[in-house]
């Protein structure tokens, strides 16, 4: 199957950086297994590791 391009309708670029997100380095620790994260040191609010972030959406999504 082929990739769909940029001018194709079924094209959905990649999600924007989340609001207040610092780049990095350095890099954060994340607050649940301190980790490195994707963001930097100055990213405001919890900062979580790509994996936590991934377990606390599915424990979020479940939840109802």
Same mark, same amino acid.
């Given at each position: 199957?082929?990739?769909?391009?940029?001018?194709?309708?079924?094209?959905?670029?990649?999600?924007?950086? +989340?609001?207040?997100?610092?780049? /990095?380095? +350095?890099?954060?620790?994340?607050?649940?297994?301190?980790?490195? #994260?994707?963001? /930097?040191?100055? #990213? +405001? /609010?919890?900062?979580?590791?790509?994996?936590?972030?991934?377990?606390?959406?599915?424990? #979020?999504?479940?939840? /109802?």
């Amino acid at each position: 199957m082929d990739r769909p391009q940029e001018n194709d309708a079924s094209y959905c670029p990649a999600p924007a950086a +989340p609001a207040g997100r610092v780049p /990095g380095p +350095p890099y954060a620790d994340c607050l649940e297994c301190g980790k490195p #994260t994707e963001y /930097g040191v100055a #990213t +405001p /609010g919890v900062v979580l590791c790509p994996v936590c972030e991934w377990q606390e959406a599915q424990r #979020t999504a479940c939840s /109802g």
